[in-house]
Each structure stands twice: as structure tokens, then as C-alpha cells.
């Protein structure tokens, strides 16, 4: 009888690929994925440190784990949370049976086998396998190009916890992407914390130059790339994506505050200006672009001046999406010695009308979309209805929409855009 494994994953997208990563080399093992921990011979937890909430949850949800397992069963923790308290996890849970880090996902075998503990180094050979991945989905794969990150952002615990960045050679990334199109996944998604920083250790070959490729390997039919910082945004790269419409329109550039102040103070590396410089560039090329960006509110010492730049910004970029957070103390993180968040009632009302903002803005910019006929990946059935398609279009926005059930998966279809609704479009294929 074949042995189950249990995983759940929290966080960011590098972490589901990771999961994706350690489920795919559990069942070359021959085991058998479960959704109830309660059965599972194997119970993985993979954490993310990104916020002070998520660090909490771990060792609750630890003790529900332990509470839920059978007999005999193994507990293994891996991710951000693992990699920064793995020894503490020990000492507080030693019945949890292992602790591995972000960089040791490739060497999930030998931790079963060889009985280790712990795993919390970045070995050089990150034994990245791509054909032990287990994609979820039937159209996309998600494709890590490059792990870590050279940044400093005061704010950040991910050098902590992914390591310094290591770029993986550009002849593996292509062979996997030739084998995940081989596979029916037309979509490809580039992940990296800094997806821009890529440079082949091989051919130093940068991310411009990745991003030709990739868009010239057949059958890829929508390239995405995520996350890109506005300091390595090039010339070239903003060429690539003019020169070639399977490259996505759907641009996440986080920006985190409009204030230059606070980004001196974050080390963003780039001031309001030049943030804005870099937009322009890229609208100037690429018209159609859609930003999204990611903003932290109630950073230390942030003033109503530098959040009403914040707001004006925001109104200067028109954001198609926007991710927002409070600032989350991170243990580690020099943005400690910048003194205390502001307080949190100011950083509710900050984010709360941030949000009542961009929700204006999103259903204007989903409104704009009625009548017009747009491309979108089908995807398969709605989850909610059987009889309609659903897919995506090339800027994120999922489209329910009538047409022929018969047409295969990964198709890319004109879609006429009948009613925005809150989070995702009403259409009909049209032939
Ligand atoms: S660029 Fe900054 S925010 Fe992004 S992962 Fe690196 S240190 Fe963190």
C-alpha cells in the first residue's frame, strides 16, 4: 500500500513552486497526496515570514498537526519560517521530525532517508529537477529562473531567508520550458524575488535576453514574469516586451511608498522620481501595460505628507491592481533600528482608504473592458458552472464566458466582454 503525504503551503508563488517541487518528488518516491491530515504517512508545512501573522500561525498550526496525526506518521517543516527559527522549531517542537530550508527543497530524498534534522544551508547545486514538478495547472507552469535576492530593503527578511540570488543556466530553464509546452502548458510564468536581476552563470545572458527566448520557444502562448524591481528594469528588457505580443502586458512593479523619503529609508534604491521615470519608459513603449504594485503603509516614521504621496502616486500610475499591507516588524530586519510603526489606528485608516481607492479604480478599469473583444487563455470549465469557459486574460482578469465546451484547454480565444462584475468579466466566444 502506498505511502500519503499531506502538504500546505503558505505565502508568496516561489513557495508554491516549492510545493510543487517537494509533491512531484514525493510521488517519483511513490507516494500518494492527501487533503486529509488525519491519513497522511508524510504532513508537510511550508511557511512564509513575510508578515508577523504568518510566524505566529506556525507553531498553532503545528500543535493542530500533531493533534491530527496517526501513529507513526512524520512532521516535516519547510519555507521562510523554517529557514529563519529552524533550531527554535526543534527546541520549542521536538516531536516535529524535520526542518528544511528554501534551498533545500531538491534534497527532500535525502532528508527522508538519511534521518537529518535540520537543513538550513544554500547548497550551490540546488538540484532543481523540473521534470519531478507537479503543476496544478493543465495550461501554466510556473518556472523559478532565479532564487534569493542581492536587495537590502530594510523592511525584508527574504535575503534572510531565500539567501543571496543564484541564477539558474538559461539551458535548463529552456529545456523545461520546451517540456512544460510539450506537456500543454502554453503559459509560462518566470519567478524570481527579483525576477530582473537574472544573469546565466553560464553565458551571462541577462533577463532581456531570457525573455527573447522564452518568447520565441513555440507554442508558448502568454509569458509572465514576476516579481520585477523598478532598479533593474532596462532598456532592453522594455524592447523585449514591446517586440513581442506573447510577452503578458501585466506588469507587477511594486513601488512600496511614493514618498522618496521613506524609500531612502527602505533602501528601495530608487527615489518617487525615478520610480515614475520608469513607468513612462515603459508606457512609452508598451501603451497597453497594465501595472500592478505592492505598497506597505505605517512604515517607521512615515508622515500624512509622505502617505498623501503615496496617494498621489498611485493616482499618477493607475494602477490596474495594487497590493497592500501595514508595515510587519520583521525580527532581523534593520528597519528595527528605525524606530516604531506608526500607530496602527493611522496605518488602518491609511490602508482602508487605500483600498476604497483602488477598488474605485479596478471596477473602472474592468467597466472599460465591456464591449471590447479581448484574448484569453481557456483554461477549462467554470468551477462554477460547468456549461461556461473560464480563462484569463493577458492582464490577470478571469473571464467566465459562453462558447463550444469542446475546445481544447490552452486555446487562446477572442472573447467579447459583455458585464464587468466585482473581480472577474462576463463575455461570449466569439467565432
Ligand atoms: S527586492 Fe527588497 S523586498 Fe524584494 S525580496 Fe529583495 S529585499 Fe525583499
Not at 496517526?70 to 520549542?92: F, H, M, P
Not at 522564452?214 to 514576476?226: C, D, N, P, Q, T
Amino acid at each position: 500500500m502506498s505511502k500519503t503525504f499531506f502538504i500546505e503551503t503558505w505565502g508568496c508563488q516561489m513557495n508554491d513552486l516549492d510545493s510543487q517541487r517537494l509533491s512531484g518528488s514525493l510521488k517519483l518516491r511513490g507516494y500518494r497526496r492527501v487533503e486529509d491530515e488525519h491519513t497522511a504517512d508524510l504532513l508537510l508545512l511550508n511557511t512564509c515570514s513575510i508578515r508577523e501573522k504568518s510566524e505566529q500561525k506556525v507553531f498553532s498550526r503545528l500543535g493542530e498537526l500533531r493533534a491530527a496525526k496517526k501513529e507513526g506518521s512524520k512532521i516535516g517543516i519547510c519555507g521562510c519560517v523554517a529557514q529563519r527559527d529552524g533550531e527554535a522549531i526543534l527546541a520549542r517542537a521536538p516531536w516535529v521530525d524535520f526542518v528544511m530550508g528554501p534551498g533545500n527543497v531538491g534534497y527532500l530524498d535525502e532528508i527522508l532517508d538519511g534521518g537529518r534534522r535540520l537543513a538550513l544551508d544554500f547548497p550551490e547545486d540546488r538540484r532543481y529537477d523540473y521534470l519531478a514538478i507537479d503543476r496544478p495547472s493543465a495550461t501554466r507552469a510556473q518556472v523559478t529562473i532565479i532564487e534569493g535576492c542581492n536587495k537590502n530593503c530594510t523592511f525584508c527578511i527574504v535575503p534572510t531567508t531565500r539567501g543571496r540570488e543564484v541564477s539558474r543556466p538559461i539551458t535548463g530553464i529552456v529545456a523545461e520550458i520546451r517540456s512544460a509546452v510539450a506537456e500543454g502548458r502554453v503559459e509560462i510564468e518566470l519567478l524570481g524575488q527579483t525576477v530582473n536581476a537574472y544573469r546565466c552563470p553560464q553565458t551571462r545572458a541577462d533577463f532581456a535576453s531570457l525573455l527573447t527566448v522564452v518568447a520565441s520557444l513555440e507554442g508558448v502562448k502568454r509569458l509572465r514574469f514576476i516579481t520585477s524591481h523598478p532598479a533593474e528594469v532596462t532598456d532592453d528588457m522594455i524592447a523585449a516586451i514591446r517586440d513581442h505580443s506573447n510577452i503578458s502586458r501585466y506588469l507587477h512593479l511594486p513601488v512600496q511608498s511614493g514618498s522618496s523619503r521613506v524609500l531612502r529609508r527602505m533602501k528601495r534604491l530608487y527615489t518617487r522620481e525615478q520610480y515614475l521615470a520608469v513607468v513612462a519608459r515603459i508606457r512609452a513603449a508598451v501603451p497597453e501595460v497594465h501595472f500592478s504594485t505592492d505598497i506597505i503603509v505605517g512604515f517607521p516614521g512615515e508622515t500624512d505628507q509622505d502617505f498623501e504621496e503615496t496617494i498621489s502616486l498611485i493616482e499618477e500610475v493607475r494602477y490596474g491592481s495594487l497590493f497592500a499591507f501595514k508595515y510587519s516588524p520583521r525580527p532581523g530586519t534593520s528597519a528595527l533600528r528605525l524606530g516604531s510603526p506608526i500607530d496602527d489606528a493611522v496605518a488602518s485608516e491609511r490602508i482602508n482608504r487605500l483600498f476604497e481607492m483602488h477598488e474605485e479604480r479596478k471596477r473602472e478599469t474592468l467597466r472599460a473592458y465591456e464591449g471590447r473583444i479581448l484574448p484569453v487563455l481557456y483554461e477549462g470549465p467554470s468551477r462554477h458552472d460547468s456549461e461556461v469557459l473560464s480563462g484569463r486574460t493577458d492582464d490577470n482578469w478571469t473571464v467566465n464566458f459562453t462558447g463550444d465546451l469542446r475546445t481544447p484547454i490552452g486555446t487562446m480565444l477572442p472573447v467579447r466582454i459583455q458585464q464587468a462584475q466585482h473581480h472577474t468579466l462576463r463575455g461570449e466566444a466569439v467565432a
